[in-house]
């Protein structure tokens, strides 16, 4: 079963993987990502390490009208100035652990906004790292 995850962004925001990684110094537990990627170009899967815990998680930039017509309205996503990272994961606790996670810190520091299509909810960075400590324990 795949299970998918969008994050809405400005479009002046920073995805390279560089710069993630200087925002997870910021978090508990600290994530190391592959470095020389930007998730504005890159698709496919990236490759991130939590201590010893090797996982990762598919990217994939989208424009905002390819998914405009599958969320509900929210006021606070201006569509000319968002882009969309789809993170996508298989059946996978740690995949799942790492896109969230990834959406968290990317929705703290850049005031995203995180959409769950199996819930159809928006959900907030603190909820994001709630799901991540849940699939975590799975993971282990």
């Given at each position: 079963?795949?299970?998918?995850?969008?994050?809405?962004?400005?479009?002046?925001?920073?995805?390279?993987?560089?710069?993630?990684?200087?925002?997870?110094?910021?978090?508990?537990?600290?994530?190391?990502?592959?470095?020389n990627?930007?998730?504005?170009?890159?698709?496919?899967?990236?490759?991130?390490?939590?201590?010893?815990?090797?996982?990762?998680?598919?990217?994939?930039?989208?424009?905002?009208?390819?998914?405009?017509?599958?969320?509900?309205?929210?006021?606070?996503?201006?569509?000319?100035?968002?882009?969309?990272?789809?993170?996508?994961?298989?059946?996978?606790?740690?995949?799942?652990?790492?896109?969230?996670?990834?959406?968290?810190?990317?929705?703290?520091?850049?005031?995203?906004?995180?959409?769950?299509?199996?819930?159809?909810?928006?959900?907030?960075?603190?909820?994001?790292?709630e799901?991540?400590?849940?699939?975590?324990?799975?993971?282990?």
């Amino acid at each position: 079963m795949s299970m998918e995850l969008f994050l809405f962004v400005a479009i002046e925001s920073s995805l390279k993987t560089e710069d993630i990684n200087l925002i997870a110094k910021k978090y508990e537990p600290i994530a190391v990502y592959e470095e020389n990627i930007d998730l504005l170009s890159h698709t496919g899967f990236v490759s991130v390490r939590f201590g010893k815990l090797q996982t990762g998680v598919e990217t994939y930039k989208l424009n905002y009208d390819d998914v405009a017509k599958y969320i509900p309205t929210n006021e606070d996503i201006d569509p000319n100035n968002t882009i969309v990272i789809q993170f996508r994961w298989g059946g996978d606790f740690k995949e799942g652990a790492t896109a969230l996670y990834t959406a968290s810190i990317l929705s703290a520091k850049y005031n995203g906004i995180a959409f769950d299509p199996m819930s159809g909810m928006y959900v907030n960075s603190t909820q994001l790292m709630e799901g991540y400590q849940a699939f975590l324990q799975y993971a282990q």
